[in-house]
């Protein structure tokens, strides 16, 4: 341990999903640089993310470290098992040890506090509280002279549970603002900023583009860097700590990327905004100087009303290669209870534009919010459809279905709790979070059913979106188009050169890149690679595919199978359920897929005797805000108070 006046801070992450990205640790890395400038220079970082070391070796480099003060950077909540399993063990090593939780896992902070080893939890943005945080560490004689540090929570010497107001913002040129020299010395830099080929980026995002394969781009590395702070939607399913929208100012964010481009001879964005674009006086000055520097750059995500043909021209002109959007459903009920203030019809028009343009997204879909039906997932399989429809070089696989997941801080969480799916206890609220860690949003296993229908025929549901907009796509463009396109997807050739070791790693930002990398583990690499190019017969194309029952035989997932017989799947379309149900007890432990069956044939029984109606959500398929603001649902009264902020969130 070190002199109280000169604290030593060790700042760890935790494991956010089950394979690590290349996605930088910007809020982690964003809060060391607010640290070092406030003059603490003993504070170091420990990626576990990315590292995923064994968890003796954690402790032991802890142990060895034997840190003041333990920042853990729990950017979700999925990941709390292992931040409980972590702070109690540290606990154990180090009593004194202070451990300060920052992330969005914050949104449990009374759970945090009574539950694992945190002693205090970041509600916010993190720069400036951590500094003010350590600031009153260093003088603190007990922890209500916390009281007074803005934007955390914590028992107080009498175990009473305090939340402090929201921090004021930081000053928007202070956003993310990065010391990169903390990976540069840990070595790190080439994981996040790595050096690419054309052989590379062709199963990456970037592949989609024909620029990428200009000579001059040879050996450029990819920069993943944010434009700005929060988002201007409020999303039922989603937590943000942020109000609002803010935007690093254009001078500042073009200095930061000259720097890569200098330093690192960086060639490739990614834009880490999940809402880039909405003021358009910063997108046209963003566009111009994108241009000049002659970069090619892909968006994370857009809203759908803030694109127009001739924005979707001007940024593919500027470099854009690929623009993804928050769609979510194809039903307007759907939207409607997620609060997207979007329609179908602007999610229609956004697909279309981008096929005019010949510019690559991924439809992400969302599928089982409350109020989910056979209806509404029609519509969606009807929405997807419509865009396979719309230019043969779509790939009807590139689609991202994930199952809503209930996260704490979001509306969709506390219709949960209110509906009894999550249970209203300390204890409840904590087997959740162990049931739902280190899991993905797309994992059949983990998620709550907010519809009126059993759990099997939501697996059914995403498999008939996903296969109807094949078959669509075939009925439009032919079934030789079909296997072209998916000998040709970005898709496989991630997963072949994957195989070979000659891919540059996707972000791993959105759930679909995890996905594709399940998702062919049964083809002949040498084979789909002797096609580029080449114009072959459907008979020779067929050639390249395994056989139905060999992928039976192999016990290949029914999602995959599909990808190459999809006709066959459309045939028995209605016999589906009988083959998710058999799946069922494959996929999941017995115990678990019986009670799957169970619940089915006890729906089933009642649906053919009219025994029970799906009622309507309470107060109707509205927004989930205006659910629980007009308190149709029962309320909680066992609520800590202090907790309602936290709560709502944002």
Not at 7 to 22: A, D, E, Y
Not at 122 to 130: P, S
Not at 563 to 578: A, G, H, L, Q, T
């Amino acid at each position: 341990m070190s002199d109280k006046s000169n604290p030593k801070i060790l700042m760890v992450t935790t494991p956010i999903r089950p394979v690590p990205t290349n996605f930088p640790p910007i809020g982690s890395l964003s809060v060391l640089t607010a640290l070092h400038q406030a003059g603490y220079e003993n504070t170091i970082f420990y990626n576990i993310d990315r590292l995923r070391p064994s968890y003796s070796e954690v402790l032991e480099f802890i142990k060895k470290e034997q840190p003041d003060i333990l920042g853990v950077s729990a950017v979700v909540s999925t990941a709390y098992d292992y931040t409980k399993k972590l702070t109690l063990d540290v606990k154990k090593m180090f009593p004194d040890t202070t451990i300060l939780l920052g992330g969005n896992m914050g949104a449990s902070a009374e759970i945090l506090l009574k539950k694992t080893g945190v002693d205090f939890v970041c509600t916010g943005e993190g720069e400036q509280m951590a500094v003010d945080f350590v600031n009153c560490w260093v003088q603190a004689k007990g922890k209500g002279d916390f009281a007074d540090v803005k934007g955390v929570s914590y028992l107080d010497d009498e175990s009473n549970f305090v939340v402090t107001p929201f921090s004021d913002p930081i000053e928007p040129e202070r956003m993310y603002e990065i010391d990169w020299s903390i990976l540069e010395d840990l070595g790190q830099m080439e994981i996040f900023v790595p050096v690419t080929t054309p052989e590379m980026l062709s199963g990456t995002a970037f592949g989609h583009d024909a620029r990428v394969y200009e000579p001059h781009r040879y050996g450029k590395t990819i920069l993943t860097i944010p434009v700005s702070k929060g988002c201007v939607a409020r999303c039922t399913f989603c937590h943000r700590w942020d109000r609002a929208i803010r935007y690093i100012p254009l001078a500042t964010l073009m200095e930061r990327i000259d720097y890569f481009i200098e330093k690192y001879n960086t060639g490739f964005i990614n834009v880490a905004d999940e809402n880039f674009g909405t003021n358009k006086r910063y997108l046209s000055e963003f566009i111009k100087e994108m241009k000049k520097r002659d970069l090619l750059w892909k968006v994370g995500g857009m809203r759908v009303h803030d694109i127009t043909s001739k924005w979707i021209g001007d940024m593919k002109e500027a470099g854009c290669v690929e623009i993804q959007y928050g769609m979510e459903s194809g039903s307007q009920r759907i939207l409607d209870v997620m609060e997207k203030k979007t329609t179908v019809e602007e999610n229609m028009r956004a697909v279309r534009l981008m096929a005019e343009n010949n510019l690559h997204t991924t439809m992400q879909m969302v599928l089982g919010m409350p109020g989910e039906s056979p209806e509404t997932v029609k519509e969606t399989a009807a929405f997807t459809s419509y865009a396979a429809e719309l230019a043969r070089e779509t790939d009807p696989n590139d689609l991202s279905i994930n199952f809503a997941q209930a996260l704490p801080g979001t509306p969709l969480y506390e219709v949960g709790r209110r509906k009894g799916f999550i249970g209203q206890s300390f204890d409840d609220e904590e087997k959740y979070l162990l049931q739902i860690s280190d899991r993905d949003a797309r994992d059949g296993e983990a998620y709550i059913n907010y519809t009126d229908y059993p759990k099997i025929m939501l697996e059914k549901w995403r498999f008939e979106i996903q296969n109807a907009t094949v078959v669509t796509y075939i009925k439009k463009w032919g079934m030789k188009a079909y296997y072209k396109k998916l000998m040709d997807s970005t898709r496989l050739k991630y997963l072949i050169q994957q195989k070979t070791g000659k891919v540059s790693e996707d972000s791993g930002y959105f759930a679909d890149p995890a996905r594709a990398k399940e998702q062919n583990m049964y083809m002949d690499s040498a084979n789909l690679l002797e096609t580029e190019g080449q114009e072959e017969s459907l008979a020779e194309l067929r050639r390249h595919l395994p056989s139905f029952f060999s992928l039976i035989k192999k016990r290949a997932k029914i999602g995959h199978i599909a990808m190459f017989y999809p006709i066959i799947f459309w045939r028995v379309r209605r016999f589906m359920v009988v083959l998710f149900i058999l799946n069922g007890f494959r996929k999941y432990p017995l115990n678990v897929s019986l009670g799957l069956t169970k619940e089915y044939l006890i729906w089933r029984f009642k649906e053919w005797f009219s025994l029970s109606e799906t009622p309507p959500l309470a107060g109707g398929y509205t927004s989930l805000r205006k659910v629980l603001r007009n308190n149709v649902l029962p309320e909680i009264v066992t609520d800590n108070p202090m907790m309602e902020s936290l709560r709502k969130g944002r």
